[in-house]
């Protein structure tokens, strides 16, 4: 990724980047960004641009009576879902992850990553993606 469209999804590429996210810093390792888009309370789903720092991913979790859909809108990041390969993301990619199924998702080493989150249902957050899972994964891709 060249330095200029990493500078650009860092600013946000289609929706402004949004504040810091520390309502759910706890369930992240790194910093990311939430812009809220739709919060509607007569509509049962929330959407939002989560931005991630470089490095920064969220706990592994579940998304009980409900799914999440993500639009990859800029960078580069990964999703794994437990027991699966990571898979590594880049803008139009899309990602649907189904009721109860867990995983996690963030940015690369190197790279500011967005998508914007259609979610549905309570998030079961649950532990950290650790340092040398991750690390792994980096090293994998190379």
């Known amino acids: 990724m060249t330095e200029q469209n990493n ?3 860092k600013n946000g590429v289609i929706f402004p980047r949004g504040p ?3 309502d ?3 369930f992240f390792t790194g910093t990311s960004y939430l812009q809220s888009l739709v919060a509607d309370p007569a509509v049962n789903v929330g959407v939002g641009v989560v931005t991630f720092a470089p490095g920064t991913r969220n706990n592994w979790h579940i998304h009980h009576d409900g799914y999440q ?3 990859v809108t800029g960078g580069e990041g990964w999703y794994q879902e437990a ?3 990571a898979r ?3 803008a139009g990619d899309v990602v649907v992850t189904h009721d109860g199924v867990k995983h996690w998702h963030g940015a690369t080493k190197d790279s500011w990553f967005a998508h914007i989150a259609i979610t549905a ?3 079961e957050w649950l532990e950290p993606v650790s340092d040398a899972q991750y690390d792994a994964l980096e090293t994998e891709a190379d």
């Open 83 to 85: 027991g699966q390969p």
């Open 20 to 22: 810091e996210n520390a």
């Open 88 to 90: 590594k993301l880049h």
């Open 121 to 123: 249902g309570t998030p």
């Open 7 to 9: 500078e650009a999804v």
């Open 24 to 26: 759910y810093a706890q």
């Open 69 to 71: 859909i993500l639009l």
